[in-house]
């Protein structure tokens, strides 16, 4: 099946971590995903998202951040880019305590984590990073068949 | 957001998203009325807020701390069904009381 896809360039802006929240959301809503998965992909986008322009591009209004986003038959695949600094150890990183922001409390990948189904995580210091993240519905609704007698 | 002050409870109602472009106005508003009231007990009325994430969700933390540090207690009031998941993800629940209604806030 062909996928639906939609790439996104954004400026690396807080305010754009809703506007990308609601442009996965939009195509999310596509597919089977309940409400309650529809809001853990916001939270999940949210987090990538917001490493990037935070973390990423340590608030540079300047940068850009990549979303790719595409639904293929019932799984959505996220995908957030950044060309910012990167991040030196990944594994460390994913640790729950991990963050450099002591009010965020390292809660970003936690959420990414145990909100999608998978989540890869691509990173080289200097060159940036590629966040990428799939979710299918869990109670997959048939195709409806017509009206029934 | 509106603030409520009660004695020694500051009560504020949320409303829309708590998030990075919000979290740090949020932060400003809360530690600038606690210190201008007195007041040493926090409760946070979520019924209007229709999104929160990590960012949101540090801030909350934050002020449980600073909160608990001086002595007080914090509260969360309304919790919305759909961010249930993610604010006990967070762990908020196990550190502050879930109260449905600000009727159930003890008196300051």
Partial sequence: MDANRVELAISSRPENVGLARVVVAALAAQADFSIAEIEEIKVAVSEAVTNAVIHGYQSRPEATVWLEVALRGGDLEVAVIDRGCGITDVELARRPAYSSDPERMGMGFMFMENFMDSLEIHSAPNEGTRVVMHKRPAVSVPPATGERV | ?108
């Fill in chain 2, 1 to 108: 957001m509106e603030l409520a002050i009660s004695g020694k409870n500051l009560v504020v109602r949320v409303h829309g998203v708590l998030d990075v472009q919000t979290a740090g106005d949020f932060r400003r508003r809360i530690v600038e009325a606690l210190s201008e009231s007195g007041a040493r007990n926090l409760y946070l009325n979520l019924s209007g807020l229709t999104f929160v994430d990590s960012s949101g969700l540090g801030v909350i933390l934050g002020r449980f701390r600073q909160v608990t540090e001086s002595g007080g207690t914090m509260g969360l009031v309304a919790v919305p069904e759909q961010l249930m998941r993610t604010v006990a993800m967070g762990g908020l629940p196990k550190l502050m009381p879930l109260m449905a209604t600000e009727q159930q806030i003890q008196a300051g």
